[in-house]
């Protein structure tokens, strides 16, 4: 079973950078496709991004299409989110999350409940 812990949140200015990673334990990291999920105070989580096993494809939610950028390198059994031009409405706290054999287009339109595997996030907080 794949265990994933986040790092990289905290605090930014408007238009800032950060750059997230989640890494993964055991060695299946790849029959896993990866995604990003995102949850603000008082809202329900929602997705923000996946990638597929190989990594050649990747979907994006609306609201950070062009500004976050969803990578993966499978050698070292991590998946990246690039976010750049931050808004305050990117706050909340940004999990990674992971489905077995799955399809990066499938997580695109999947509620959260099915995700197999879930770190425990990491807060982002964007500064107006």
């Known amino acids: 079973q794949v265990q994933l812990v986040e790092s990289g949140g905290g605090l930014v200015q408007a238009g800032g950078s950060l750059r997230l990673s989640c890494a993964a334990s055991g060695r299946t990291f790849i029959s896993y496709a990866m995604g990003w999920f995102r949850q603000a105070p008082g809202k329900e989580r929602e997705f923000v991004a996946a990638?597929?096993?190989?990594?050649?494809?990747?979907y994006y939610a609306d609201s950070v299409k062009g500004r976050f950028t969803i990578s993966r390198d499978n050698a070292k059994s991590t998946v990246y989110l690039q976010m750049n031009s931050l808004k305050p409405e990117d706050t909340a706290v940004y999990y990674c999350?992971?489905?077995?054999?799955?399809?990066?287009?499938?997580?695109?339109?999947?509620?959260?409940?099915?995700?197999?595997?879930w770190g425990k996030g990491t807060l982002v907080t964007v500064s107006s």
């Open positions: 999350a992971a489905r077995l054999f799955g399809s990066a287009q499938a997580m695109s339109k999947m509620t959260p409940s099915g995700m197999d595997i």
């Open positions: 990638i597929s096993r190989s990594g050649d494809s990747t």
